[in-house]
């Protein structure tokens, strides 16, 4: 699986921006999320989903904010991200599970380092 993030740039707070990701290769996954690296911090889950559907699940951070959203048609996900705030500011990755974690997204999120696939990661500068 070869994911490929895009959509990153400078925002100012309280903005909006959409993040894309789009999945190639061999679609052999699970589950799909989003997560995010701040600079001196370590890695976290943003947001995630499997693909067998059901529920999307959130970090506590971003619930009522960002809304990841699927399009099975072109292989890509995404990720709205609405009132942003400075604290938002970090790279973005794209990962995904393999097969048999496509019911691991609760997990997955609070350990990142378990997505087996991940892509290049995108910049999000929130200004304040």
């Known amino acids: 699986v070869q994911l490929q993030a895009s959509g990153g740039g400078l925002v100012q707070a309280g903005g909006s921006l959409r993040l894309s990701c789009q999945a190639s290769g061999t679609l052999d996954y699970g589950a799909i999320g989003w997560f995010r690296q701040a600079p001196g911090k370590e890695r976290e889950g943003v947001s995630c989903?499997?693909?067998?559907?059901?529920?999307?699940y959130y970090a506590d951070s971003v619930k009522g904010r960002f809304t990841m959203s699927r399009d099975n048609a072109k292989n890509t996900v995404y990720l709205q991200m609405n009132s942003l705030i400075p604290e938002d500011t970090a790279v973005y990755y794209c990962a995904a599970a393999i097969p048999r974690y496509r019911n691991s997204c609760p997990s997955l999120l609070k350990d990142p380092y378990a997505m087996h696939y991940w892509g290049k990661g995108t910049q999000l500068t929130v200004s304040s």
């Open positions: 989903i499997s693909v067998s559907g059901g529920s999307t």
